[in-house]
Structures are given as structure tokens and as C-alpha cells.
């Protein structure tokens, strides 16, 4: 197994293709691989929508309340 770490402080890019049965997340940075003369890192992950919403689940029970409450009202970070 490949351990990849990526620092970015770009927004992800999340897509739905047009059969609908997959989201398709990728995330752009900067490898954290002290071998690659190019760090720069592009990951693309495809889910099923079920995984999508799981993802989603997990994500927001590792938020603080004022984190949420930020990201409702629009505000960044």
C-alpha cells in the first residue's frame, strides 16, 4: 500500500458524472514525497453516491459545532 500525504489549501472539485452512479472528488496540492522532483499532486477518488453520503457523515462528525455553523452561513475555513 501507497501512503500518499498532500498539503493544499485549494478547494476540492467534486463532480457527479452523467450516469449518476459515481461522485467524483479530487484533491490538488503539494506531495509530501521527499524522492519526487515533482510535487505537485493531483488525487482523484470516485465514490457511489452511498459512499458519498457515508464520506459526508464522517466528515461532519469531526467538526466542531462553530465549524458547522460557519460553513452554513457561507463563511471560509
Given at each position: 500500500m501507497r501512503d500518499i500525504g498532500i498539503a493544499s489549501g485549494r478547494e476540492p472539485d467534486v463532480r457527479r458524472d452523467e450516469s449518476g452512479r459515481t461522485v467524483n472528488l479530487t484533491f490538488r496540492g503539494i506531495?509530501?514525497?521527499?524522492?519526487?522532483?515533482d510535487r505537485d499532486t493531483r488525487i482523484r477518488i470516485a465514490l457511489a453516491p452511498a459512499q458519498a453520503v457515508r464520506l459526508w457523515r464522517l466528515l461532519g462528525e469531526h467538526l466542531s459545532d462553530a465549524e458547522k455553523q460557519n460553513a452554513e452561513t457561507g463563511g471560509a475555513s
Open positions: 506531495s509530501d514525497a521527499r524522492s519526487s522532483v
